[in-house]
Nanobody
Framework: QVHLVESGGGFVQPGGSLRLSCVASGSIFSIDAMAWYRQAPGKQRDLVAVITSGGSTNYADSVKGRFTISRDNAKNTVYLQMNSLKPEDTAVYYC????????????????WGQGTQVTVSS
């Protein structure tokens, strides 16, 4: 079993910053890509940023230049530094990880965290 736990969400004024963290724990053999998604009320869940195990990154156009994704492979942790936040960044942010678990079969699956609320408002 694998668990992803996000932290760092909260309330911030426009132009402010927040740093989200997500720690993966459990019977982990390896983690490939890790990503952040977000879902605003009444909208679909969209990809915000993704980082491979080798450190390659990709971002949604709406956050390029403002958000930075990074990871610490030794700690099975992914971060999302969010700067110059805008009201339209308000959403529940979800962590996602492509995990291979320990065991004879080494099953690879997608896992999700429970989400953390980010609210940007004056």
């Amino acid at each position: 079993q694998v668990h992803l736990v996000e932290s760092g969400g909260g309330f911030v004024q426009p132009g402010g910053s927040l740093r989200l963290s997500c720690v993966a724990s459990g019977s982990i053999f390896s983690i490939d890509a890790m990503a952040w998604y977000r879902q605003a009320p009444g909208k679909q869940r969209d990809l915000v940023a993704v980082i491979t195990s080798g450190g390659s990154t990709n971002y949604a156009d709406s956050v390029k230049g403002r958000f930075t994704i990074s990871r610490d492979n030794a700690k099975n942790t992914v971060y999302l530094q969010m700067n110059s936040l805008k009201p339209e960044d308000t959403a529940v942010y979800y962590c996602n990880a492509d995990v291979t678990i320990n065991g004879a079969l080494r099953i690879r699956s997608d896992y999700w965290g429970q989400g953390t609320q980010v609210t940007v408002s004056s």
